[in-house]
């Protein structure tokens, strides 16, 4: 069965169907096309096929719309800025019409990939959110960080209320900052209770 | 023609999805480096990890959650937490270290203060001990403290809190610390509302 002959390929005689059934040929492409017909039994078969459909399609019985209706479509159409849809262009290939939702669904598959990777990254580049104990052990560590402030500020020499500063602020602070290690490294390990003197980094 | 017109197409969803992502990351907040009131304190490298006996590295999301936990229990200090950035100090040993090393460090980073800005509050050189407290200002807001401490026979410190002092809160602080220059921060509030 031949696929192919001197002057038209099946692919573009198959292409040119539809427009030979609208009439929208010209007389040579038309005249290409019938010679290609004649010599190949599949396109023959494929052209009456259509022709067939085109025929069974345009003896149905055409229904009118009532007038009422029609001219209430027309009234809302001139109101509206509906902009008709341009026709699609064909091309001698008859390849460019499937051409579009093809490059459409890779673009959308790309936005969608796209989106996609950016949400995975957003993702995981989120820390992760924080323990209970780690909260407790950074409130010690906040409360030592500023309670050093004030050491170092008193050693300084500047407005001594050293007994106020050490009840209220260092002691609490250091105990807390223990009990945290002393959490977070297990039963064996032993933390000091005094600021400056705690074993053993905290953060890093 | 219809090649140029999906190329363009496919141009278009691309840079959509690409500034979609884009937007998405630039509502991330500032880095916590360039924030006016950040020392690089490896940068710096006064001591060495090795050297640290206590090291304390608090940032954003944390804070905040220190700032809610503490919220009903003791909201001043809530409150004061809630704005920082950064709260970060190193400790070392001085028995251990190399004092003159240490000096020079320390030297090094209170030039590096001075040359970015940052304002003295206290600078105090005596008995081989030395302390320098300075704060970091931005539109006359307190934006960050540095204190540095070298006690011979104690320890050496380097304290750095990044974020946005209020000025009440910092005289709250300066009185509960012992820092009676604090009082006299410059303030928006007070220049608005002079007492």
Redesign the interface.
């Known amino acids: 069965m031949p696929r192919w002959d001197e002057s038209l390929r099946c692919e573009e005689a198959l292409a040119l169907l539809e427009p030979l059934i609208d009439g929208e040929l010209s007389a040579a492409e038309e005249a290409r096309l019938r010679a290609h017909l004649e010599r190949c039994p599949a396109c023959a078969a494929e052209w009456k096929l259509a022709a067939d459909i085109r025929s069974e399609l345009r003896a149905l019985p055409e229904l009118d719309c009532p007038p009422a209706v029609l001219e209430r479509v027309f009234r809302e159409a001139a109101h509206s800025s509906v902009v008709p849809l341009a026709r699609p262009r064909r091309t001698n290939d008859g390849a460019g019409s499937s051409r579009r939702p093809f490059w459409a669904a890779l673009a959308a598959a790309v936005l969608v990939a796209l989106l996609a990777a950016g949400l995975l990254v957003q993702q995981l580049s989120r820390p992760r959110p924080p323990s209970a104990a780690e909260v407790e052990r950074a409130t010690a560590e906040a409360r030592f960080a500023l309670a050093y402030v004030g050491e170092v500020s008193r050693r300084a020499g500047l407005d001594l209320r050293d007994d106020v500063l050490r009840k209220h602020l260092v002691l609490p602070a250091a105990r807390g900052l223990s009990q945290s290690l002393q959490q977070s490294l297990g039963p064996e390990a032993q933390a000091p209770a005094v600021p400056g003197a705690v074993p053993g980094k905290g953060r890093s | 023609m219809?090649?140029t017109r999906?190329l363009v197409?496919?141009i278009v969803?691309?840079a959509?999805?690409?500034g979609?992502?884009r937007a998405?990351?630039a509502e991330a907040p500032q880095k916590l480096e360039d924030q006016p009131g950040y020392v690089p304190l490896a940068e710096l490298a006064i001591f060495s990890?090795q050297e640290?006996?206590?090291?304390?590295?608090?940032e954003g999301?944390?804070?905040h959650?220190?700032g809610e936990?503490?919220r009903n229990d003791d909201p001043e200090?809530s409150k004061?937490?809630g704005d920082l950035r950064a709260?970060?100090?190193q400790?070392a040993p001085t028995r251990g270290l190399d004092a003159a090393k240490v000096r020079a460090k320390m030297d090094e980073t209170v030039r590096w203060l001075e040359a970015k800005g940052w304002h003295a509050i206290?600078r105090?050189k005596e008995k081989g001990?030395e302390?320098y407290?300075y704060t970091r200002e931005v539109h006359d807001q307190i934006v960050g403290?540095a204190?540095l401490?070298l006690?011979p026979g104690?320890?050496a410190?380097m304290?750095n809190?990044v974020g946005r002092l209020d000025v009440a809160q910092l005289g709250r602080?300066g009185r509960?610390?012992?820092?009676?220059?604090l009082d006299h921060a410059p303030s928006k509030d007070r220049e608005k509302h002079p007492d």
């Open positions: 219809m090649r999906a197409f496919l969803f691309c959509i999805g690409v979609g992502a998405a990351t990890r640290l006996t206590t090291e304390i590295d608090l999301p944390l804070l959650l220190v936990a503490t200090f004061l937490i709260i970060r100090v400790v206290v105090v001990e302390t407290i403290l204190v401490s006690e104690g320890d410190a304290v809190i602080l509960g610390l012992h820092l009676p220059q």
